[in-house]
């Protein structure tokens, strides 16, 4: 399977703890991006990376969230001293560089705090 | 700042009809309008989409059209089948990706 791979696809964590999420993205992509998907809502933009540079990162929720993609490759998304409100969907989508490509999502992650 | 208002929140059909979905945007530099389909528990998956220099495009049943001049854009699938029953969400590419709160529709064997 060469699509967006997420892992862990589940993840339960007591207030407080501090989680990491990893987004593989499609090979040749070179943008990734990441959102937060509420129940019946849209996915909401977090931030994106173009190859490792980090080219939106004001959208983050707050300054407990961060994002890395060191190699260009793969990335992850940290969230430091989660709260109730955090439990979400994360998902993590990836394309080719542009403004007008097509993203491709992965299957996210779902974070829910105890 | 930047918004994708979608309408309607549900929608119910019986097999066979038609159904339309309508959205606008409020960024004038949005140039790409995709649509992506999410089944229950599954990721949004990208089904059609229209760059700004075009004013329709269509993929068996499924069509959107694009009106720059209003800001407006709709997906329209024919020949609705149960297996078309998902979110829909819209969604257009402002200074960064803005997706529509998507519409629940339903298709009624």
């Known amino acids: 399977d060469t699509g967006v791979s997420q892992n862990p696809r589940h993840k339960i964590t007591k207030r407080g703890q501090n989680v990491t999420f990893r987004c593989d993205p499609i090979s040749e992509h070179n943008r990734l991006y990441w959102y937060r998907q509420t129940l019946g809502q849209g996915p909401e933009f977090l931030t994106y990376?173009?190859?490792?540079?980090?080219?939106?990162k004001s959208r983050l929720l707050s300054d407990r969230f961060s994002a890395e993609r060191p190699k260009g490759s793969f990335s992850t998304l940290e969230i430091q001293r989660t709260e109730q409100g955090d439990s979400a969907m994360y998902l993590c989508a990836s394309s080719l560089a542009g403004r007008a490509q097509p993203q491709h999502f992965g299957d996210g992650t779902r974070l829910s705090i105890l | 700042g930047e918004n994708v208002e979608q309408h309607p929140s549900t929608l119910s059909v019986q097999e066979g009809d038609s159904a339309v979905i309508k959205c606008t945007y409020s960024d004038s530099a949005s140039n790409y309008f995709p649509w992506y389909k999410q089944e229950l528990g599954k990721r949004p998956q990208l089904i059609i989409d229209i760059r700004s220099n075009v004013g329709e495009k269509k993929d068996q049943r499924i069509a959107v059209t694009l009106n720059k001049t209003a800001k407006h854009f709709s997906l329209h699938i024919t020949e609705t089948q149960p297996e078309d029953s998902a979110v829909y969400f819209c969604a257009a590419n402002g200074q960064n990706f803005v997706f529509g709160p998507g519409t629940r529709l339903s298709v009624l064997p």
């Open positions: 990376f173009q190859n490792e540079a980090q080219l939106e």
